[in-house]
């Protein structure tokens, strides 16, 4: 079943940051998960887990966390006060 934002392997999440330690704060959390994630920004990716990449992203517009799992429910709720919520 398709659902918006998810094919069968793989979830995308819009995310943003507002500040350095909320950079921190996300490594953090996406270290406690076993899942292959990505932080994208166009054509441009990074592993979600390095500080130092995911530092050099900070100030994109349009960040895509890519998890290689379509299961990733728990990731998401630790996750969804960086979710960006488009009206």
């Not at 953090?28 to 990505?38: L, P």
């Not at 992203?57 to 996750?79: F, G, K, P, T, V």
Request: hydrophobic content about 40%; overall charge negative.
């Amino acid at each position: 079943v398709y659902q918006e934002g998810r094919t069968y392997d793989m979830t995308t999440v819009q995310i943003s940051f507002w500040d350095m330690n909320s950079i921190i704060k996300f490594i953090e959390i996406v270290e406690s998960y076993d899942y292959d994630m990505e932080l994208s920004c166009g054509s441009y990716a990074v592993d979600a887990r390095s500080v130092l990449a995911v530092f050099s992203m900070q100030a994109a517009d349009n960040l895509e966390l890519r998890i290689h799992s379509s299961q990733c429910d728990d990731l998401l709720d630790d996750l969804e006060v960086y979710r960006v919520q488009w009206n």
